[in-house]
Structure formats: structure tokens, C-alpha cells
């Protein structure tokens, strides 16, 4: 069965600190990949996308995702957090041949100490 | 605005007594969807539906029943709560074509069966 893996369920960091959430997603076919933030309190918003082309992509915030196809992965990252990045974030996948699937992965708490 | 809304935003009811949380879009999106969220399990798709009377079973749509009679709502019937459904519901839409692209979601209605 497709499924989507974050490793981190819980992480706290430090302001300024760098952030690596890691995804994975089990499919062997074309996929478009989503990262996407909820913050205390809000909707869910989209952070970032890819469906096709340069693997490195670039989301709102300074945010940025790297689509490794070899290693089925789609981390998520940020050079310097701020307290305000404190929120819950979701990896999520839509396998191409099933396109109103979308796959949602268990969700990484993310705390940023001022 | 875009937004998506959905009603009611909490309910707290009992079990076997059947409810409705109602869900609206105004972007003309083709795509809609429903998701619960529960604490450790991220979000789990419930009901999605690509166009007006067409709708499709998500990973976890036991207990629930979904309509989609006009473009802009999508209703989620729960004909017999139980206390397991007890849970944060969204409901999102989106553009759709070769694939969904992004979502939008509403601001989750919590719901408690008791």
C-alpha cells in the first residue's frame, strides 16, 4: 500500500538553528510531492510543491524540499528557523496514476525555543 | 475571499444520532475532499470527489457518506456516529486536470461523539 513516513514526530530547535524534516513515501510510479505547515491555531496552508523538473524547490518562508526519486525522499529544509516557524508540519503525496489520492504523512511537531 | 468553509466549526453529539458538516468552496474548484486528523495519524482521507457526482472512496471512509450534487459543496453525512469518530475533520478543494494540485483547506470542524 502507498504509504508516506516522517521520521521526526517531535523536534525542538533553537532559533537560528538549521532544519532537516525528513519524508519518504512508498510508490513505485510518478508522484507530486507536498509539504504542508499548519500553525497554531490555523488552516493547513501549502508550503511548497513539486510535480516535475528541478528537484530543488522552493517554498514560502525560506522553505525549501529536495526530491531525491533514488531514495524515494522529499526533505524538507530551512537555514535559520524563527520562533515563528513553531507549527505542524506534513509531507503529503498524490501518486500520479491515482489523481485524487493524496497521502498524508503522520505529521513532525516542530518547536522553536526563542 | 477564496476560501473554503465548512459548518458546523465544533459539535459535540451523541451516538447513533446522525449529523451533516457541511462544506463550501468559492474558487470553482473541480476537486474536494474530506480528511480527519487525529493525534500520531496525520490526516487521513476520507471522501474525495473530482467533479459534480462523481465521488470516490479515500483511505478511511467507514462510516461516513458523502454527496456532491453541486460544484461549490460537499457534505459529509455521518449516519450513525460512534465515539471513534471523534476527530478534527477538513474539508479541502482543489484545481484538478492530469492532477490535483493544490489544496485549500477549510478551518476543521472538531467533532465529539459521545
Known amino acids: 500500500a502507498q504509504s508516506v513516513s516522517q521520521h521526526n514526530h517531535h523536534v525542538i530547535l533553537s532559533e537560528a538553528a538549521s532544519l532537516e524534516l525528513g519524508c519518504n513515501y512508498s510508490?513505485?510510479?510518478?508522484?507530486?510531492l507536498f509539504w504542508y505547515v499548519q500553525y497554531p491555531g490555523q488552516h493547513l496552508q501549502l508550503l511548497l510543491k513539486?510535480?516535475?523538473?528541478?528537484?530543488l524547490v522552493k517554498g514560502i518562508k525560506g522553505f525549501e524540499a529536495e526530491f531525491i526519486k533514488s531514495k524515494f525522499s522529499f526533505n524538507l529544509r530551512k537555514p535559520s528557523v524563527q520562533w515563528s516557524d513553531t507549527a505542524e508540519y506534513f509531507c503529503a503525496v498524490t501518486p500520479s496514476s491515482n489523481t485524487g489520492k493524496l497521502i498524508f504523512g503522520q505529521g513532525t511537531t516542530l518547536q522553536v525555543k526563542p | 475571499e477564496a476560501q473554503v468553509t465548512q459548518n458546523p466549526r465544533y459539535l459535540i453529539t451523541v451516538t447513533g444520532k446522525k449529523l451533516t458538516v457541511t462544506c463550501s468552496q468559492n474558487?470553482?474548484?473541480?476537486?474536494m475532499s474530506w480528511y480527519r486528523q487525529d493525534p500520531g495519524l496525520g490526516l487521513r482521507q476520507i471522501y474525495y470527489?473530482?467533479?459534480?457526482?462523481?465521488?470516490d472512496k479515500g483511505d478511511v471512509p467507514e462510516g461516513y457518506k458523502v454527496s456532491r450534487k453541486e460544484k461549490r459543496n460537499f457534505p459529509l453525512i455521518l449516519e450513525s456516529p460512534s465515539p471513534n469518530q471523534t476527530s478534527l475533520y477538513f474539508c479541502?478543494?482543489?484545481?484538478?486536470?492530469?492532477?490535483?494540485?493544490?489544496?485549500?483547506f477549510g478551518p476543521g470542524t472538531r467533532l465529539t461523539v459521545t
Open positions: 513539486y510535480f516535475s523538473g528541478d528537484p
Open positions: 479541502a478543494s482543489s484545481l484538478s486536470g492530469q492532477s490535483i494540485y493544490e489544496q485549500y
Open positions: 510508490y513505485g510510479g510518478t508522484v507530486n
Open positions: 470527489s473530482m467533479n459534480v457526482e462523481v465521488t
Open positions: 474558487m470553482n474548484h473541480e476537486y
